[in-house]
Structure formats: C-alpha cells, structure tokens
C-alpha cells in the first residue's frame, strides 16, 4: 500500500519558537490531514486540505497541501507548552472508501 | 456531545482467550474503523465499515474479526489474541457521501495487553 514519510520522528524546541514538519508520499493523494494526539487520547483534526496548492490556517497552525499532491507541511508558528503531543499526517487516494494513511508521527516537545 | 466511545480503555490478558473491544458513536455516521498504533508505524487500519453489513479488510485486518450489525456499534473481535497483537486500538468513524468531507472522530483508545 502506499507510504507516508514524516519528519521529522521527534522535536525539542524552546517556547515561543515556530515549527516546521512535512510528510512525503510515494504516491498521490487527493486529502491530506494533520491530526494531534495527546496523551492518553485519540487523535484530533487539525487541518484537512482537499486541492493541490491549498493552504490553510487554522489559528497559528499553517498546512499546505503540495502541487505534486505527494506532499505537505504543517507550521506552527510561536509555540506554547499545549502543543505538546504527536502530529499525524494522514493521506487519503479514493474518497469513496475513507482509507486513510498515516504517516509515523512527529513527537513534538516544547520547552519553557 | 458528538462522541466516539471505546470500551475497556485498558486490557490486559492471556494468549488464546478470545475478547471484544466495543465501540459506538452518537452521530449517526455511516463510516466506521479500527486502528491499531504501534511505536513508529503510526496508525495502521484494521478493518472499516462503509455501512451496516458492510465490512471491509484494512492494512492488517489477520487476528481480528468485526460485526456491523447496527449503525452506531462496531465492535472488534480477537477470536484468540497473541502477543503481536498488543497495541493501542483506536475506533474512528465519519459521515459518507459525495458531499461528506473526510473528517474522521477517534474515540480515546483502547490499550491492550496480551501475555
């Protein structure tokens, strides 16, 4: 099936300071979606993109979903101690199915 | 509240001894499905549901049975769990239809263990 690369595994990055994470696929996706899991929790919807090219915000995260549709990037911009979780990047080819696939996980800490 | 409730949230058990991982959602989604989380893999799908009485195999569908019997529960079956089988399950579930943008909710997860 088809592979997502994310990176990068794992992030120790100071308060305050912006973020950068991008996940790369073998093959095209029509979705991409950024989900956060906190500890202890299920993962939640950040960002869905639907076109190549989109950008999005969602507060001061950033997604775009890239012009070859085989890759996209989540910022977050001045983080804050309640970004602490593992971002997800998660493609999907056929809409009619809702397969989703994920990436591994970026481990994001921030420290103050 | 729009939820995706999992149940036990925590399990530990022995290799052979069949059990059920229960899930139910109260917004009346049509798509249903199970993950499974292991360290560095991410989620991997299990089985998904489009419907009732509508079950298909995911990515690493071997030791797992489902049942979509009515629309809201989707329960996960290990007819005789093995150690490879101990993971983090999550159950997600989402509208469907041309029109449904694929926005999948994720109950908060099952842990289990299996010795």
């Known amino acids: 099936g088809q592979q997502l690369n994310q990176s990068p595994q794992s992030m120790f990055i100071q308060e305050g300071e912006d973020v950068s994470m991008n996940c790369t696929s073998s093959?095209?996706?029509?979705?991409w979606l950024w989900y956060k899991q906190d500890p202890g929790e299920g993962p939640v919807l950040l960002i869905a993109?639907?076109?190549?090219?989109e950008l999005t915000s969602n507060g001061r995260l950033t997604a775009q979903f890239g012009t070859t549709r085989k890759d996209s990037f989540l910022n977050i911009s001045a983080s804050i101690p309640s970004d602490v979780g593992i971002y997800f990047c998660a493609g999907q080819l056929d809409g009619s199915a809702r397969q989703l696939t994920f990436g591994s996980g970026t481990q994001l800490t921030v420290l103050p | 509240e729009a939820q995706v409730t999992q149940n036990p949230r925590y399990l530990i058990t022995v290799t052979g001894k069949k059990l059920t991982v229960t899930c139910s959602q109260n917004?009346?989604?049509?798509?249903m499905s199970w993950y499974r989380q292991d360290p560095g893999l991410g989620l991997r799908q299990i089985y998904y549901?489009?419907?009732?009485?509508?079950?298909d195999k995911g990515d690493v569908p071997e030791g797992y049975k489902v049942s979509r019997k009515e629309k809201r529960n989707f329960p996960l079956i290990l007819e005789s769990p093995s150690p490879n089988q101990t993971s983090l399950y999550f159950c997600a579930s989402s509208r469907f239809g041309a029109l449904a943008k694929n926005i999948q909710y994720f109950g908060a997860g099952t842990r289990l263990s299996v010795l």
């Open positions: 917004m009346n989604h049509e798509y």
């Open positions: 549901s489009m419907n009732v009485e509508v079950t």
């Open positions: 093959s095209i996706f029509n979705t």
């Open positions: 993109l639907y076109k190549a090219g």
